[in-house]
Each structure stands twice: as structure tokens, then as C-alpha cells.
């Protein structure tokens, strides 16, 4: 089946700087890589995704690289905000798999003032 | 609409008792999942409906557990003769299609004595 590999398991930063969370998967049938954030007491809410046919997707201060041929892929946070401060979750998903998403084991993300 | 809800929040449970866990997924979504996520890990698939019909089941669901989906809009996951082990967040998430969004619940938390 498929393995997602998250790193790092930690990231601390200032405020203002920038954040970078990387992830490989392992099934090269995975189409689609979402990104979700896990506050404390909180489900996971999506912030950003991308399917396999296109390389980056911006959103604001967050953007999301994909590489099929490396099979990895990357999540950018600009100009962090304490607010910012939360697991960040990767996944991987494919048609084959009914879409189920296979999850990273997360990035806790400490943005300090 | 409110999002996908979970009741209880918290169940603490004595190691033999059975629990009874509810989501109220986003209406009108047909696909409904059951995650389980542990400390320092990613969610991992439980099982998931489309519509009343179960789908799919994970391994990590063993003959303790049952789900069900009555009428295709709430579901409920029952857990017998609950162990130490099966102490976790326990996730809903819902889409409207195989390929859409997954939108979580806050999750119910279990801890098992």
C-alpha cells in the first residue's frame, strides 16, 4: 500500500519567516495530495491541495509543489503568523483506492512573536 | 451548514464496556469516513459509506467494531469489549463525492481505563 513519509516532525520559526514541510509518497497511481491543519482539541481542516496534473498551487501566504517524477511534494507557509501554530498533515490519495488518503505522521508547526 | 459533528466529545470507559460513538456528517454528502488517530500520528482509515452501504473496511478494524450508517445520513461506530489499546481520537470526516474534499469532525476522544 501506500507510505507517506513527512518531514520534519518539528519546525519552529519567527514570525515573519518563511516554513517549509516536506512529504514523499510511494504509489506513483497517488493523483491527489491534500494538506490539512490540526489544531488543538480539532479535526483536521483542509488548507490546500493539488491533483497530479499540476506542479504549484498558490493560495495566498500557502502554496503546494508537486514533483511526480521524484514523487514528492512540498508545503510553503510566507510571512508566518503565531496563528500559523498547528500539525500540519500531509496525504496521498488514488482512484484505485477509493480516494482513501494515506496520512504523513505530521509537522508541528511553532511560529514564535 | 455547521460542518460535520461528533458526539460525545470525550468518553472515558472502563477496560470491558462498549461505547457508542455519533457523526452527523455535512448534509447532502454521500460519503461518510471513520479515521482513528493516535499521538504523534496522521489519521488512519477505519471504514467508510457511500451512502447506507459500507464500502470498505480497514485491517485495523477488527471484530470489536461495527459501524453503520442507517439511512444513509448519520453514523454511528460501536466499540465492545473496549481494551487500553483502542484509547484514540476517533475522526468522522464526509465528502459529497469519491473525489471530493474531506471535510473532519472535531473528533471523540476515547480513553480507555
Known amino acids: 500500500g501506500e507510505n507517506v513519509e513527512q518531514h520534519p516532525s518539528t519546525l519552529s520559526v519567527q514570525e515573519g519567516d518563511s516554513a517549509v514541510i516536506k512529504c514523499t509518497y510511494s504509489?506513483?497511481?497517488?493523483?491527489?495530495f491534500p494538506w490539512y491543519k490540526q489544531e488543538l482539541g480539532k479535526g483536521p481542516q483542509l488548507i490546500i491541495d493539488?491533483?497530479?496534473?499540476?506542479g504549484e498551487k498558490k493560495d495566498q501566504r500557502i502554496a503546494v509543489t508537486l514533483n511526480k517524477t521524484a514523487k514528492h511534494f512540498s508545503l510553503h507557509i510566507t510571512e508566518t503568523q503565531p496563528e500559523d501554530s498547528a500539525v500540519y498533515f500531509c496525504?496521498?490519495?488514488?482512484?484505485?483506492?477509493?480516494?482513501?488518503?494515506?496520512f504523513g505522521r505530521g509537522t508541528s508547526l511553532i511560529v514564535h512573536p | 451548514d455547521t460542518g460535520v459533528s461528533q458526539d460525545p466529545r470525550h468518553k472515558i470507559t472502563k477496560r470491558g464496556q462498549n461505547v457508542t460513538f455519533r457523526c452527523d456528517p455535512i448534509?447532502?454528502?454521500?460519503?461518510l469516513y471513520w479515521y482513528r488517530q493516535t499521538l504523534g500520528q496522521g489519521p488512519e482509515f477505519l471504514t467508510y459509506?457511500?451512502?447506507?452501504?459500507?464500502?470498505?473496511k480497514s485491517r485495523l478494524l477488527s471484530d470489536r467494531f461495527s459501524a453503520e450508517r442507517p439511512k444513509g445520513s448519520f453514523s454511528t461506530l460501536e466499540i465492545q469489549r473496549t481494551e487500553q489499546g483502542d484509547s484514540a481520537m476517533y475522526l468522522c470526516?464526509?465528502?459529497?463525492?469519491?473525489?471530493?474534499?474531506?471535510?473532519f469532525g472535531p473528533g471523540t476522544r476515547l480513553t480507555v481505563l
Open positions: 493539488i491533483r497530479s496534473n499540476v
Open positions: 448534509s447532502e454528502h454521500n460519503r
Open positions: 504509489d506513483s497511481a497517488s493523483n491527489y
Open positions: 459509506f457511500q451512502n447506507e452501504a459500507q464500502l470498505e
Open positions: 496525504a496521498a490519495s488514488k482512484p484505485g483506492g477509493s480516494y482513501i488518503p494515506t
Open positions: 470526516a464526509s465528502s459529497r463525492t469519491e473525489t471530493d474534499t474531506q471535510y
